[in-house]
């Protein structure tokens, strides 16, 4: 085959691709050497960035509630998930209907969610705080409060002093990594049923057969053979999480990132520097990439693992 | 199907019992995840068809509701009740348009389902609603033809032509789906601002109409298409083109709709992007001026929630139409953000 013909047919997608893909990734990675301001390039500075980078305290704390984010979020979404999932494929009657009530978050734009769950989280007129009083307790000032939930808790139970590094996340980094797993747990639900209808249903019969119980059953046939699937799940989650923007940009603010910048994650400090403060874009483009060394790390065991571990 | 492993020949009624517990579990279980998962958005359609008064009310009200006093012509009158005076069984009340307050008696206030249909038409005026929609509808509408022509055409070399260096080519492609976004958004935005594209459609939509994925997915689809089907369409005459779009596509409508369905949703609901790329709201697609509008409106709450309302609402009407079809295309594109 003639490959002018066949370039032919690459060209309108790869001149899109190369322009608007390869050559900004590219250019992230050179930017990263030079010092830019306002859009103009100053002066090649080598590997200064990152070191300043990495004597920035701002950078250290928020790669810190990044990671916070994504413990947060990963454990708990992965964790309800494939509960539901378990549940949903038990002979139960209406799975469709349960199906499409809990993807419909998937569907909506993260921009309105997180402007409903700003509204239920209101420390005065929300939802939230006034299930919490009905029960008894008394009202939390979800988005406004910069003490780590940790802190809290102890201040609760009645030590004083706590130590700033033991703080945990801040209570309005929790109110973010709810709404992430309302929204993203669908997802990951439709996900693990199909993991789950994938599992022959003669191995099922057969511990059956052999008396196994509820439990032995998850552990020894359900848990195994979906662990390719739960993998999957695992790293997606925690690679998206990686990215998260909007809620911080949505919920928490202003000043965006708050209270005390205990939302500030590594998408909005990369979005600040670059856009927002005098558009340092070659120390933007260094956060970039090493959120996008952390980024590829992730897809590169994703890869191996999922490859090694074919349970299908 | 059942993964709940029991031996089969228990049917005592012990067991009965602690099955049919089980079962109501099971139940309970996913309804509590249901009202989880819909709360939300009744609150948010409640709170869009409230008055402002009642925002503030405390404890919240589900249904929306007025307070209505009748006049000495029979016809009711909407009023709001500024204060309460229990002793004497007597309120203060304004009248809505806030023309004026007066005391009546207590009994004399009825309250009534009052939904207000008017917040919408309020957020909608009070910002470009109409522009930000017709600009969402545009974008999303190229974003999806580019995305069907570049991705066919370029599948279809893939799939069916062989060249020099074409599965590396392949892989190099596939290699950029790796890189996410906040990556390459900065020297993006510099690119465009040299093609002098930033606040522009085309910001907005050219980036956008080359997709991998849909590359990728078209490709495994293509392939499955018998030799045979093409060496005897080329012997009755038909073009390679012809035969992309006589036979290879009209075979490929389901992969289609998957590619035609998450970049609707990924184009319709993408904000990072067009954050950055536009400042004016002459292009401002409507998530970022929904944005922009909550971070504008401050307090008033029945306005920002219709404003949420309309913005959803024609994804979740097209959800309910085609959910099969939805959630399989968006569980096979990978999308999650």
């Not at chain 1, 250019?27 to 100053?42: E, H, P, Q, Y």
């Not at chain 1, 998937?106 to 929300?126: C, D, Y």
């Not at chain 2, 069984?89 to 009994?107: I, L, M, N, Q, Y």
Request: with cysteine; aromatic share 14%.
């Amino acid at each position: 085959m003639d490959p002018v013909t066949a370039m032919l047919y690459i060209v309108p997608a790869g001149i899109v691709i190369v322009i608007f893909r390869m050559v900004p990734i590219a250019s992230a990675f050179l930017l990263s050497f030079f010092d830019v301001k306002m859009g103009r390039i100053r002066g090649f500075v080598g590997l200064a960035q990152y070191a300043r980078l990495l004597q920035d305290p701002t950078f250290w704390s928020s790669l810190g509630t990044t990671g916070y984010y994504v413990l947060g979020v990963v454990p708990i979404s992965l964790f309800l998930s494939l509960f539901a999932a378990v549940l949903l494929n038990k002979k139960i009657r209406g799975l469709g209907f349960y199906r499409t009530v809990y993807f419909l978050p998937v569907v909506t734009s993260l921009v309105a969610v997180s402007m409903v769950w700003k509204w239920i989280f209101h420390p005065r007129l929300g939802l939230l705080n006034y299930a919490i009083q009905s029960l008894g307790g008394s009202p939390l000032l979800w988005l406004e409060e910069p003490r780590g939930v940790f802190q809290m808790l102890a201040e609760t139970a009645g030590w004083g002093w706590w130590p700033d590094w033991l703080a945990g996340p801040s209570l309005a980094l929790i109110a973010v990594i709810v709404v992430a797993v309302w929204r993203g747990i669908g997802y990951n639900i439709v996900i693990f049923l199909a993991g789950l209808q994938n599992i022959p249903e003669q191995y099922y019969e057969a511990a059956r057969i052999d008396g196994a119980n509820g439990r032995q059953v998850f552990w020894r046939i359900t848990w195994p053979l979906l662990s390719p699937t739960t993998f999957y799940v695992l790293l997606s989650t925690t690679i998206v999480s990686f990215q998260v923007f909007t809620q911080i940009y949505l919920m928490t603010g202003p000043p965006v990132g708050g209270p005390m910048g205990t939302t500030k994650v590594i998408v909005y400090y990369l979005f600040e520097k670059g856009f927002d403060a005098g558009g340092n874009m070659g120390y933007a483009s260094a956060v970039a990439l090493i959120l996008f060394a952390i980024i590829l790390t992730l897809t590169l065991i994703q890869r191996r693992v999922v490859e090694r571990r074919v349970y299908y | 199907m059942s993964a709940e492993a029991t031996l089969a020949s228990h049917d005592d009624s012990s067991y009965r019992a602690s099955r049919a517990a089980g079962r109501a579990g099971i139940y309970a279980a996913l309804w509590f995840g249901v009202i989880l998962m819909i709360v939300p958005f009744l609150w948010m359609i409640s709170t869009s068809l409230k008055s402002p008064i009642e925002i503030l009310s405390f404890p919240p009200t589900w249904i929306p509701t007025g307070h209505f006093v009748q006049e000495a012509d029979g016809s009711w009158e909407e009023v709001y009740v500024v204060s309460e005076n229990e002793a004497g069984g007597t309120v203060v009340v304004t009248s809505v348009d806030g023309a004026g307050e007066r005391t009546v008696d207590a009994e004399q206030v009825v309250d009534r389902v009052r939904l207000r249909f008017g917040n919408y038409l309020e957020a909608w005026r009070q910002a470009p609603f109409g522009r930000y929609y017709f600009n969402t509808i545009f974008v999303t509408l190229f974003v999806v033809a580019g995305v069907l022509v570049t991705s066919s055409l370029a599948a279809y070399a893939f799939a069916r032509m062989k060249f020099w260096g074409r599965e590396n080519l392949f892989v190099l492609f596939l290699s950029m789906m790796m890189v996410p976004q906040p990556v390459y958004i900065v020297p993006s935005y510099i690119i465009l601002v040299k093609l002098g594209m930033v606040d522009t459609y085309q910001a907005l939509i050219i980036p956008w109409i080359a997709h991998i994925f849909s590359i990728f997915l078209l490709r495994q689809h293509f392939r499955t298409i018998p030799n045979d089907l093409y060496d005897a369409a080329i012997i009755d005459g038909c073009s390679r083109l012809g035969f992309l779009w006589r036979i290879v596509l009209p075979l490929s409508k389901a992969v289609l709709v998957a590619v035609v369905i998450f970049t609707i949703v990924g184009t319709w609901n993408s904000f990072l992007w067009p954050l950055v790329m536009t400042n004016s709201p002459e292009v401002r697609p409507l998530q970022v001026g929904l944005a922009r509008f909550s971070q504008e409106q401050g307090t008033n709450h029945e306005l920002m929630m219709a404003a949420a309302t309309f913005s959803v609402a024609p994804l979740i009407i097209a959800y309910f139409f085609a959910q099969k079809q939805i959630i399989q295309s968006l569980a096979t594109s990978g999308l999650k953000s």
